[in-house]
């Protein structure tokens, strides 16, 4: 069992910076995939980005890419995402999610926090 905790979301104005935070417990990664998605009213959730456990494999949605950084520390158990130049589109409740294929698909992934929200304001 794996139980993912997400924090670092907030308000922010438009071209400012947010830095998402997710603490993983349960069991080690090795061999598994992290990743970010978000929602917002009225629409589904879609994939932001998403990072193996070397870290040297990334991927980005066209939405935020150039503008968004996943990254991870697996002595510590976390996987974050620095968000940058920031738009009102990217309001949002943001979920951190584990699964062990690539994938930009919600079923992808096995286990889910419980997601933070982001508004960013125009």
């Known amino acids: 069992q794996v139980q993912l905790v997400e924090s670092g979301g907030g308000l922010v104005q438009a071209g400012g910076s947010l830095r998402l935070s997710c603490v993983a417990s349960g069991r080690t990664f090795s061999r598994i995939y992290m990743a970010w998605f978000r929602q917002s009213p009225g629409k589904e959730r879609e994939f932001v980005a998403t990072i193996n456990w070397s870290g040297d494999y990334t991927y980005y949605a066209d939405s935020v890419k150039g503008r968004f950084s996943i990254s991870r520390d697996n002595a510590k158990n976390t996987v974050s995402l620095q968000m940058n130049s920031l738009k009102p589109e990217d309001t949002a409740v943001y979920f951190c999610?584990?699964?062990?294929?690539?994938?930009?698909?919600?079923?992808?992934?096995?286990?889910w926090g419980q997601g933070t929200q982001v508004t960013v304001s125009s």
């Open positions: 999610a584990t699964g062990n294929v690539r994938s930009v698909g919600r079923g992808g992934y096995d286990y």
